[in-house]
T-cell receptor, first 112, second 109 residues
Framework: KAGVTQTPRYLIKTRGQQVTLSCSPISGHRSVSWYQQTPGQGLQFLFEYFSETQRNKGNFPGRFSGRQFSNSRSEMNVSTLELGDSALYLC???????????FGPGTRLTVL | SQQGEEDPQALSIQEGENATMNCSYKTSINNLQWYRQNSGRGLVHLILIRSNEREKHSGRLRVTLDTSKKSSSLLITASRAADTASYFCATVNTDKLIFGTGTRLQVFP
């Protein structure tokens, strides 16, 4: 089985711009979760989608949004980028959301 | 917010030694999972222990869970240089998976 893929792997944006990150889960997995990882805050849960519905949401501002398509692929969008949004964004897929998470390699976002 | 706190934050050992990392959490859980992350990469699942289990083994890994103390430990026996990574515990309650702060393990050859 192919693993979780994330595109792009690296991204450089400037403040005020918006960005869309993509995640393709393992075939058959219906849950996709997104995490933000920074040296200061560690791994922070952003949101989880299950069968195209947002099931859980972390404590992030409304600038962070996501969606999931019928094929379980997911995108997350960050609008009006701030310097503090620079981070490694990880997505993970699983069968049910509470079981083993399979992580992608991440997208490294740098905001200048 | 972080559910789990790992201890120690950093650990340096020689190859062949054992490494023990601890995780404490705050609320009741369904299961607890341990993950490894090599520098700047995605996380790799190591082991999952359910709330009704007390100990679990996988190769050189041994995980214990004490729900009364809200704590878990990960033991890596006979460590290798390739075990150098950050290790995270993640707890699952009714609605989400929350990661701890991580332990950075350095294994010197």
């Amino acid at each position: 089985k192919a693993g979780v893929t994330q595109t792009p792997r690296y991204l450089i944006k400037t403040r005020g711009q918006q960005v869309t990150l993509s995640c393709s889960p393992i075939s058959g997995h219906r849950s996709v979760s997104w995490y933000q990882q920074t040296p200061g805050q560690g791994l922070q849960f952003l949101f989880e989608y299950f069968s195209e519905t947002q099931r859980n949401k972390g404590n992030f501002p409304g600038r962070f949004s996501g969606r999931q398509f019928s094929n379980s692929r997911s995108e997350m969008n960050v609008s009006t980028l701030e310097l503090g949004d620079s981070a490694l964004y990880l997505c993970a897929s699983s069968l049910y959301g509470r079981d083993t998470q399979y992580f992608g390699p991440g997208t490294r976002l740098t905001v200048l | 917010s972080q559910q789990g706190e790992e201890d120690p934050q950093a650990l340096s050992i020689q190859e062949g030694e054992n490494a023990t990392m601890n995780c404490s959490y705050k609320t009741s859980i369904n299961n607890l999972q341990w993950y490894r992350q090599n520098s700047g990469r995605g996380l790799v699942h190591l082991i999952l222990i359910r709330s009704n289990e007390r100990e679990k083994h996988s190769g050189r890994l041994r995980v214990t869970l004490d729900t009364s103390k809200k704590s878990s430990s990960l033991l890596i026996t006979a460590s290798r240089a390739a075990d150098t990574a950050s290790y995270f515990c993640a707890t699952v309650n009714t609605d989400k998976l929350i990661f701890g702060t991580g332990t950075r393990l350095q294994v010197f050859p």
